[in-house]
């Protein structure tokens, strides 16, 4: 047999390997200087960070591109969909990531399982998948190769908006300012990029998909970038020199929007991430439309969620079958639930997550709609929300001193038929005469314009509150001076006899009581 065979017949599987794979040369990129002299704190100043010194050939500053292949045009590099309507993107971990590194960037994934049609899935038997790997730097190739496709995730490339952002070239996505029609919305000044660095502004052959131009896209350059004039920008909006382009913490809802509407997607999504602000169904206070899939994520700083609807008038049906509100304590549908499936009409209780997020859900059918929904939504410093039949609640850091000026509140919701019976194991608030300064509030109902059954402080052994209808709300304050322990407290569900209508207090021993 001829020696040379084997090397022939592996021909072709080494050139196939090798159109995935980047070529080791290097574009011209930006450095520190005196206009960008940490890189900016956007996305694309940790990519660059992450970037320097690389040896893989790579366009606008992170896009790899692959041997044998016009990655400039990408009209047909989408991963397929399936027959229930999610896309579903294999990928692998290389084994050089530690498991809370694995964690990081599984949670970045989740924004698009929730925001679009799109997941991010463990690869099974699938023939194209990510390689997600700590390579050289940050980086992606453009939307499906075939095969093994790499994705960088290198030192300095772990935070959640460069995930996302390598993601989003994966999903098939250009940098935003190399939109076809980007000269219609913006400048760029030649004079200040060097010509060797040029490339990063071309103007692609891309599909606009008919949407906005998004200035702030996590995709979009910051104004400074590859700036070679110290003191000088290389780009501005032409409505407005002045404004920021880029530097978006996370993808933003034109970039969920562009996933769905490119992928086709049955899914409409909203991201709210200001401290407080409204949240309405399509088309409020006309009807809503049929067949709507809505998500609303509300991810604030870092203080909880509180969220109070205004207005509910959603299509009544038995087990809210049909259409419904279903309201998640986390940013994803995986999150313990905070309100079930619910309909009709009338009040519903304001509802605090425990955390900085909150996703509402909104389903309707091919039947009759209604007004839908208004909501309002603000940051708390602390508190929850609580939906079992039995269970402690405490005040914050229990049984260690709580933390001095805070307001905490506290609604307990039970179903319309029952009524709260709430005890109190123990208590340490700072005293105080008529517990002017730290204080515990019981109201008989979801907020602070309810009857109020007490207000207490000191060191109360024995107290039995009960409401009169199913919710209860504790509001804990407190003020600079001395702390205490705080308290914990125990409430139970119980069914509504009809013969407690004002509801009670029923206390023990205490060392302050104001009532």
């Known amino acids: 047999m001829d020696s040379s065979a084997p090397i022939l017949l592996l021909l072709p599987w080494l050139l196939s390997v090798a159109l995935t794979l980047p070529i080791e040369v290097i574009f011209p990129r930006a450095t520190a200087n005196e206009t960008n002299p940490v890189f900016g704190d956007d996305v694309f100043g940790d990519i660059l960070r ?46 050089k990531y530690s498991e809370g590194e694995k964690s990081t960037i599984r949670e970045a994934m989740k924004d698009f399982a929730t925001m679009t049609c799109v997941e991010f899935v463990p690869k099974t038997a699938e023939p194209n998948y990510l390689s997600i790997h700590p ?66 502004y071309q103007e692609m052959d891309t599909n606009n998909l008919g949407m906005e131009y998004d200035y702030v896209s996590a995709m979009h350059y910051e104004n400074w970038m590859f700036s070679n004039t110290s003191g000088k920008i290389t780009m501005a909006a032409k409505d407005d020199p002045s404004r920021r382009l880029g530097g978006a913490k996370e993808l933003t809802n034109l970039d969920y929007s562009k996933i769905n509407r490119l992928y086709e997607c049955d899914v409409v999504s909203t991201l709210l991430n200001e401290e407080r602000g409204t949240l309405k169904s399509a088309n ?47 940013s994803t549908k995986s999150s313990p639930v905070l309100l079930e499936k619910s309909c009709g009409t009338g009040k519903h209780p304001p509802l605090i997550a425990s955390g900085r997020a909150l996703l509402l859900e909104f389903l309707s059918d091919g039947a009759q709609t209604a007004t839908g929904f208004k909501a309002l939504y603000e940051t708390v410093e602390c508190g929850g929300t609580y939906t079992t039949p039995l269970r402690n609640i405490t005040s914050p850091n229990y049984p260690k001193d709580y933390p001095p000026s805070k307001v905490c509140l ?11 019976s709430l005890r109190v194991v123990t208590m340490d608030i700072e005293k105080s005469r008529q517990c002017r300064r730290d204080y515990l509030e019981i109201y008989n109902g979801d907020s602070t314009s309810a009857p109020l059954l007490g207000r207490f402080c000191g060191s109360l052994m024995m107290c039995s509150p009960r409401s009169n209808g199913n919710s209860m709300l504790l509001r804990f304050v407190t003020n600079g001076d001395t702390q205490g322990k705080g308290f914990l407290l125990r409430y139970s569900w119980g069914k509504n006899s009809g013969t407690n209508t004002q509801g009670s207090a029923t206390l023990g021993s205490a060392s302050e009581i104001m009532e």
């Open 410 to 420: 506290y609604l307990i919701s039970a179903p319309p038929s029952y009524t709260i």
């Open 50 to 95: 992450a970037n320097e010194g690389t040896n893989v050939l790579l366009r606008e500053t992170d896009i790899a591109v692959p041997l044998g292949r016009n990655s400039i045009s990408c009209k047909t590099c989408l991963w397929p969909k399936s027959t229930n309507g999610r896309v579903n993107v294999p990928y692998v971990f290389d084994e």
């Open 135 to 200: 390579g050289d730097g940050c980086w992606s190739f453009m939307g499906v190769l075939g095969g093994a496709q790499g994705v960088s995730l290198g030192g300095g490339c772990l935070g959640y908006r460069t995930i996302q952002h390598e993601l989003t070239h994966a999903l098939g996505f250009w940098h935003e300012q190399n939109r076809s029609d980007r000269n219609k919305y913006i400048d760029v000044f030649w004079q200040y990029i060097s010509p060797d660095a040029s490339i990063n």
């Open 284 to 330: 409020y206070p006309s009807p809503y439309p049929n067949n709507a899939k809505s998500y609303f994520l509300i991810r604030t700083g870092s203080q909880q969620v509180s969220l109070k609807f205004e207005a509910f008038d959603i299509q009544s049906s038995p087990q809210c079958s049909a259409d419904y509100i279903k309201i998640y304590d986390g």
